[in-house]
């Protein structure tokens, strides 16, 4: 069983940065995609970006493309998501997610691809 644990949430100013981390317990999810999602008020959960299973490529969504970066250290279990320039449309409660497929896709886009999930942590960006 693996658990996952989100922080580093919080309130920034609009052009700000904020790191987000995931812990992972329980046990090593090396070998396991590993994504981040968010979910706004009154909006379905959205895919925000994933680290591969395989290689570690990343793959991030086009509303944060070049200023959002996924990343991963083994050594620690943890899972990061460094969110620069951050705008109000950044709002939202973000989610970890792990997979411990180990066929089928090295990621995942959807949430149904993720049987681990963190308690999410609040991101508030003010303009």
């Known amino acids: 069983q693996v658990e996952l644990v989100e922080s580093g949430g919080g309130l920034a100013q609009a052009g700000g940065s904020l790191r987000l981390s995931c812990a992972a317990s329980?046990?090593?999810?090396?070998?396991?995609?590993m994504g981040w999602f968010r979910q706004a008020p009154g909006k379905e959960r959205e895919f925000v970006a994933a680290?591969?299973?395989?290689?570690?490529?990343?793959y991030v969504s086009e509303s944060v493309k070049g200023r959002f970066t996924i990343s991963r250290d083994s050594t620690k279990n943890t899972v990061y998501l460094q969110m620069n320039s951050l705008k109000p449309e950044d709002t939202a409660v973000y989610y970890c997610?792990?997979?411990?497929?180990?066929?089928?896709?090295?990621?995942?886009?959807?949430?149904?691809?993720?049987?681990?999930w963190g308690q999410g942590t609040q991101v508030t960006v003010s303009s």
């Open positions: 329980g046990r090593t999810f090396e070998g396991y995609a």
């Open positions: 680290i591969s299973r395989t290689d570690s490529s990343t």
């Open positions: 997610a792990g997979s411990s497929a180990t066929e089928g896709p090295s990621w995942g886009y959807y949430p149904h691809e993720y049987n681990y």
